[in-house]
């Protein structure tokens, strides 16, 4: 059992930077992939980001340019830098770390990130 721990969302105006961080309660060591999702009001939920063990990244279309996904090891940490922030960025924002190979996947709670006009 994983448990992850959002931080780092709150109000921010269009135009503004915002960096939210994860902790995992244990460390994730093997092949895994930890990421970001997004949930707006009244939409269905989004991949963001994502990146590996080793380091590689990928992220959707509508942030590229202005979002970076990074990790710690050592920390067990997962965080998302997101620059140039637009209203649309508005939601839920959900640490996700999985290993493909053993069928195993765990969430964070949510934290709210709000970008107003």
């Known amino acids: 059992q994983v448990q992850l721990v959002e931080s780092g969302g709150g109000l921010v105006q269009a135009g503004g930077s915002l960096r939210l961080s994860c902790v995992a309660s244990?460390?994730?060591?093997?092949?895994?992939?930890m990421g970001w999702y997004r949930q707006a009001p009244g939409k269905e939920r989004e991949l963001v980001a994502t990146?590996?063990?080793?380091?590689?990244?990928t992220l959707t279309d509508s942030v590229k340019g202005r979002y970076n996904i990074s990790r710690d090891n050592g920390k067990n940490s997962v965080y998302l830098q997101m620059n140039s922030l637009k209203p649309e960025d508005t939601g839920v924002y959900y640490c996700n770390v999985r290993w493909p190979f053993r069928s195993d996947d765990y969430w964070g709670q949510g934290t709210q990130v709000t970008v107003s006009s």
């Open positions: 990146i590996t063990s080793i380091g590689s990244t």
């Open positions: 244990k460390n994730i060591g093997g092949l895994n992939i």
